[in-house]
C-alpha cells in the first residue's frame, strides 16, 4: 500500500513532460489548476491529495481494462497488466497498490462482482457477425458515406464563409441549424452533430465563437472523393479515446453490441463509456464503415489504412456537366472535387446530391469577376466543364455582366511599385476627373492606362467605394497577413497549457521554499502523518555523526522541532527538525 507522501514522492522525481502527460490522464477538475482557490494546488502534496480524492480516483478506474482492474485488486504483481494503473499514478513501480484507490476499488460493486481471472471470451460462442451480401452492403455503405461527405462539405463551405457563428452559452441556434440544413441538404437536427463530427477530425476549429476551417479542412475540400473518406476515417479512428479503440479492437467486425461489449472491457466505465459507444456505432454507420452493425470489407479496409477499395465502392465521377438555356447547371453524377470548387467560383449551389445543380446568375458571375477572373477565364472554365458547349443566353449574360463588372482592371506598377489601372478610355476619362478619386493624384501613360503610387488595394477599394467596375488581379492582392488581426476572444487555457503551467508552478514552488527545499519536504511529510495520525520511520542524524531510526506516531510538527509517542518504548519524543534526514512511512 502507498500513502499521500509516497505519491507525492514519486510525483517529485517524475521528469516534467511524464507529470504533465500524467495530469492530464487524470482529468483533475479545473480548479485545481487555477492559482487560487479552495481546489488550488501549490505543491506536490497538494497534488497528491488532489490524486487521491474519490472522486479522482474513480475517474481515473474508469479507464482502466478489465485485466488492470483485476490486478489491482487481487494485489497479482503483474507488471503487464498493472502498466495502465502505475501510468495513472493508482500503484508504484513495485506494484504497491494506493491504499486510496483499494478502498476506491472495494466500494465499486461492478468490480467486486468480477471473477478472479475474469472470462477467456468478451462474446458468448456464436456471436459472430453474419456479413451476408458483402458487395450490397458495401453498395450501401458507400451511398452512407457518400451523403454524410456531401453535407461535412456543404457546412465545411459555410464555415470558410464565417457562416457558422455559436451562441454565447455554447452551441448553435435552431435558426442557424435550419439554414444550414438547408443549404446541406439535411435535416436540421443532425448539423450540430455533423459540425461536432467537423471539429473532432480537425478539419474546423470553433474555438473563436466564429467556425473557421483548418489547413486539413481546406486540402479536404478539393480532395478526390476516395481521399475524403480514407482521411475522414482516419482521422476520427485516431481521435478516439484510447479504450474506445481498444474495444472497437475487441469488437472486430461486428458493432452491433458495443455497449455490452465495453461493459465487459472496462467494468467500471460504464457511466461514461455507453453513451461514447452508442455515438462511435452511430458514426461508424454514417461513415460508410458498416451497415446494420456489420462492418463491410471496405470498411474493415479503411479502418487498416487502405483506401484502395473506397475508389471501387464510391460512385465515379462525371466529367461534364449541362449549361441549360435557364442559367441552370446539372450535374448527372457526383462531380471531381476540384471541379465542383472551380465550378461554384462562377455559379452558386441549389441542391446538393447524387446529381446536383447550381445556378450562374448575374450575381454570381459579378462575384467571379470581382474576384480577380477575367471573362475569357470564365468562358474556359465553362467550355472546360460543359458536356453541350456554351448556350447562347449564358454567353450573351457573361458578356453583359463583364461590360460592367471586371472591365477596370488594378494590377501592381512597373518594378512592383504602385498601381496600373487598365481599361477603355471612356471608363479612365471618369475615373480621372472623378472628384472622390482626385487624391490618388493619376497620372496617364495612354489613353487606357492610368498610373499612381498608392498600393493596389488601397486603389482597388477607392474604386469599388465609387461603384465602379474594378477588379484587382491576384498578383496585386496583399500577402496574406499583411492586414492586422482581427481581435479574438480570449478563451481558457486548453488542457496542455494548464497542465505545463501547473508543473512550473510545482518546481518553482519547491525551489522557492522559504526553508531548504529537503527540510521543508520532510516537514510537509511528517505534516501529512500528523494530520493522519500514521506511524512514521524518522531517521536522525546523532552529535556524533551517526544516523538512528526513531518509530513513532507524530502528534505535532512546530517551532523546528517534530513530536511524537516511540511506538518502541512507549515513551513522547521530540526531535529536531534539521536533524531529520529521512522520513518512511512505517503504516
Not at 95 to 109: C, E, F, I, Q, Y
Not at 186 to 214: C, E, I, K, S
Not at 271 to 296: I, K, M, P
Not at 501 to 513: D, F, K, N, S
Amino acid at each position: 500500500m502507498t500513502t499521500t507522501a509516497d505519491l507525492a514522492a514519486r510525483l517529485r522525481a517524475m521528469p516534467d513532460d511524464a507529470l504533465e502527460q500524467l495530469v492530464l490522464a487524470r482529468r483533475l477538475p479545473t480548479a485545481v489548476f487555477s492559482e487560487t482557490g479552495p481546489l488550488h494546488v501549490s505543491d506536490f502534496f497538494d497534488l497528491a491529495e488532489a490524486l487521491r480524492t474519490d472522486d479522482a480516483v474513480d475517474a481515473a478506474i474508469e479507464h482502466l481494462p478489465r485485466a488492470t482492474l483485476l490486478a489491482l485488486r487481487d494485489g497479482t504483481g503483474d507488471a503487464g497488466a498493472l502498466a495502465p494503473a502505475v501510468a495513472l499514478g493508482l500503484a508504484d513501480d513495485d506494484g504497491a497498490v494506493d491504499d486510496a484507490v483499494t478502498a476506491r476499488l472495494a466500494a465499486h460493486p461492478d468490480i467486486v462482482a468480477l471473477e478472479p481471472g475474469g472470462a477467456e471470451d468478451a462474446r458468448p460462442a456464436g456471436a459472430a457477425p453474419q456479413h451476408g451480401d458483402d458487395q450490397a452492403a458495401r453498395t450501401v455503405g458507400a451511398e452512407h458515406a457518400f451523403e454524410t461527405m456531401t453535407v461535412l462539405a456543404e457546412l465545411l463551405r459555410a464555415v470558410s464563409e464565417g457562416a457558422v457563428r455559436e451562441l454565447v452559452k455554447g452551441g448553435i441556434g435552431t435558426p442557424l441549424a435550419k439554414v444550414l440544413g438547408e443549404r446541406a441538404g439535411a435535416d436540421a437536427a443532425v448539423v450540430p452533430d455533423r459540425l461536432t463530427l467537423l471539429d473532432r477530425v480537425g478539419l474546423a476549429d470553433p474555438d473563436d465563437g466564429t467556425w473557421t476551417t483548418t489547413p486539413a479542412g481546406e486540402a479536404w475540400l478539393v480532395a478526390s472523393w476516395p481521399d475524403r473518406w480514407s482521411t475522414l476515417v482516419t482521422a476520427w479512428h485516431d481521435a478516439l479515446d484510447p479504450a474506445v479503440r481498444q474495444v472497437l479492437a475487441l469488437a472486430g467486425d461486428d458493432l452491433r453490441d458495443l455497449v455490452a461489449l465495453g461493459r465487459w472491457a472496462f467494468p467500471a466505465g460504464a457511466r461514461w463509456l455507453d453513451a461514447v459507444l452508442l455515438d462511435v456505432a452511430g458514426s461508424a454507420e454514417a461513415l460508410g464503415l458498416g451497415v446494420e452493425g456489420v462492418v463491410t470489407s471496405t470498411g474493415r479496409a479503411l479502418l487498416d489504412g487502405d483506401s484502395a477499395p473506397a475508389a471501387v465502392d464510391l460512385p465515379p465521377t462525371v466529367d461534364g456537366v449541362y449549361l441549360q438555356h435557364d442559367l441552370t447547371v446539372i450535374a448527372p453524377g457526383p462531380l471531381a472535387p476540384v471541379d465542383d470548387d472551380a465550378l461554384r467560383s462562377v455559379a452558386v449551389l441549389e441542391a446538393p446530391g447524387l446529381a446536383a445543380r447550381y445556378r450562374i446568375s448575374e450575381d454570381s458571375l459579378r462575384r467571379a469577376f470581382r474576384a480577380g477572373l477575367a471573362r475569357d477565364e470564365v468562358v474556359a472554365l465553362l467550355e472546360r466543364l460543359s458536356a453541350t458547349g456554351l448556350p447562347q443566353p449564358l454567353a450573351y449574360l457573361i458578356d453583359q455582366v463583364s461590360s460592367r463588372d471586371g472591365s477596370i482592371v488594378v494590377d501592381l506598377g512597373d518594378g512592383g511599385v504602385g498601381t496600373r489601372v487598365h481599361g477603355t478610355a471612356d471608363q479612365l476619362d471618369l475615373v480621372g476627373v472623378d472628384a472622390e478619386l482626385r487624391q490618388l493624384a493619376w497620372e496617364r501613360s495612354d489613353l487606357t492606362t492610368l498610373l499612381t503610387r498608392y498600393p493596389p488595394h488601397v486603389v482597388h477599394s477607392a474604386l469599388e467605394d465609387q461603384r465602379y467596375p474594378a477588379v484587382l488581379t491576384a498578383a496585386a492582392r496583399p500577402a496574406t497577413g499583411s492586414a492586422p488581426p482581427g481581435r479574438r476572444r480570449t478563451g481558457a487555457r486548453n488542457p496542455e497549457q494548464a497542465a505545463h503551467a501547473l508543473v512550473e508552478r510545482l518546481r518553482l514552488t519547491t525551489e522557492r521554499g522559504e526553508a531548504e527545499p529537503e527540510q521543508e519536504w520532510l516537514g510537509r511529510q511528517i505534516d501529512l502523518a500528523v494530520r493522519g495520525r500514521t506511524p512514521i520511520r524518522l531517521t536522525v542524524r546523532m552529535p556524533d555523526g551517526t544516523e538512528r531510526p526513531f518509530s513513532i506516531v507524530p502528534t505535532s510538527v512546530a517551532a523546528g522541532r517534530v513530536r511524537g509517542r516511540d511506538t518502541a518504548v512507549d515513551v513522547e519524543r521530540t526531535l529536531p527538525l534539521s536533524l531529520v534526514v529521512a522520513v518512511e512511512s512505517d503504516a
